[in-house]
């Protein structure tokens, strides 16, 4: 099992930034992706961002480019999300996820009951 606790969620004005935090432990042999999603209110949860094992590239959404980083510290387990230049369309339930998948891209388009799943914390952003 893998535990995933996430941090640094908030209110923010449009064009500021956030950075959020996701705490992994437990048995993680199972996955080989890290990587953030949001849920706006009504629809589906989405991909944002990840990152797989091993120092490979990260992948974004296009909508996020050039905007948002994920970054992984190992020595922590932790995995970062910095969003900058926030628009008020970023407003959402942002989730930390572990999984197993070929690559950062396929790994959203699979099922999202595979992986593991932190409570969530919520972004909103304000024009």
């Known amino acids: 099992q893998v535990q995933l606790m996430e941090s640094g969620g908030g209110s923010v004005q449009a064009g500021g930034s956030l950075k959020l935090s996701c705490a992994v432990s437990?048995?993680?042999?199972?996955?080989?992706?890290l990587g953030w999603f949001r849920q706006f209110p009504g629809k589906e949860r989405e991909g944002v961002a990840s990152?797989?094992?091993?120092?490979?590239?990260?992948y974004y959404v296009d909508s996020v480019k050039g905007r948002f980083t994920i970054s992984q510290d190992d020595a922590k387990n932790t995995v970062y999300l910095q969003m900058n230049s926030l628009k008020p369309e970023d407003t959402a339930m942002y989730y930390c996820?572990?999984?197993?998948?070929?690559?950062?891209?396929?790994?959203?388009?699979?099922?999202?009951?595979?992986?593991?799943w932190g409570q969530g914390t919520q972004v909103t952003v304000s024009s």
């Open positions: 996820a572990a999984g197993l998948g070929l690559n950062g891209r396929t790994w959203f388009e699979q099922d999202p009951t595979t992986n593991y």
């Open positions: 437990g048995n993680t042999d199972s996955t080989n992706i």
């Open positions: 990152i797989p094992s091993g120092g490979r590239t990260p």
